[in-house]
């Protein structure tokens, strides 16, 4: 089965701070995502990786990056956290093989708190 | 652009009652149409999903058809138990969306013994 790991299920952080949420994934999958979740507003594509090195932007990238330096890892990072930034956060893989091309795997989640 | 509405929860319901969860879409050629749950504490999971129209998505006794001249995705189960309890997301790949997925706002689903 396909495994997607994050780093921390919960996190508690000071506004202004530097953080970085990870994401490890052990399927060799090409793609990428990272999503937030709040009520009422479903998930939202904050930023996704087609490959290594390789990055776009999502419906929501403001305040967020993110780095893919090896295949299997891909990290959102924000840069100078904010409360409005307190959510859950979700990452997903896919592969583009046939029959399988936009099915998702998710990871756990991350519920960030911002104070 | 793509976009999914469902219809707002929460929904309540007693075990072995029947569930539905209405899901429309909007997009452009012929997207991919799916079916996401997510347990109490736990990531999305894929429920069921269908590639094209009048297809028919199932799983764990979940149904769903693909309806391309009502642009619908209707969830069905005919006899929900307690395990069924989550949040449940419709959600739609367009023809051109990169792999990107599209999600509904999501539907909480109780289901009471």
């Known amino acids: 089965d396909v495994k997607v790991t994050q780093s921390s299920r919960y996190l508690v952080k000071r506004t202004g701070e530097k953080v970085f949420l990870e994401c490890v994934q052990d399927?060799?999958?090409?793609?990428m995502f990272w999503y937030r979740q709040d009520p009422g507003l479903g998930l939202r594509l904050i930023y996704f990786?087609?490959?290594?090195?390789?990055?776009e932007k999502g419906d929501i990238p403001e305040g967020y990056s993110v780095s893919r330096e090896k295949k299997e890892r891909f990290s959102l990072i924000l840069e100078s956290a904010s409360t409005n930034q307190t959510s859950m956060y979700l990452c997903?893989?896919?592969?583009?093989?046939?029959?399988?091309?936009?099915?998702?795997?998710f990871g756990p989640g991350t519920r960030l708190t911002v104070t | 652009g793509d976009s999914v509405t469902q219809m707002e929860g929460p929904v309540t319901l007693s075990e072995e009652a029947c569930l539905t969860i209405?899901?429309?879409?909007?997009?452009?050629?012929?997207?991919?149409l799916f079916w996401y749950v997510q347990y109490p504490g736990e990531g999305l999971q894929l429920l069921l999903k269908?590639?094209?129209?009048?297809d028919k998505g199932s799983n764990k006794g979940f149904e769903a058809t693909y309806r391309k001249e009502t642009t619908s995705f209707h969830l069905e189960k005919g006899s929900v138990q307690v395990s069924d309890s989550a949040v449940y997301f419709c959600a739609l790949s367009g023809f051109l969306s990169d792999y990107k997925l599209s999600f509904g706002a999501g539907t909480t689903v109780t289901v009471r013994a």
């Open positions: 997903a893989s896919s592969s583009p093989g046939t029959g399988t091309r936009y099915e998702q795997y």
């Open positions: 209405n899901c429309t879409y909007t997009a452009t050629g012929y997207p991919s």
């Open positions: 399927m060799d999958h090409e793609n």
């Open positions: 990786s087609y490959d290594v090195k390789m990055k």
């Open positions: 269908a590639t094209k129209a009048d």
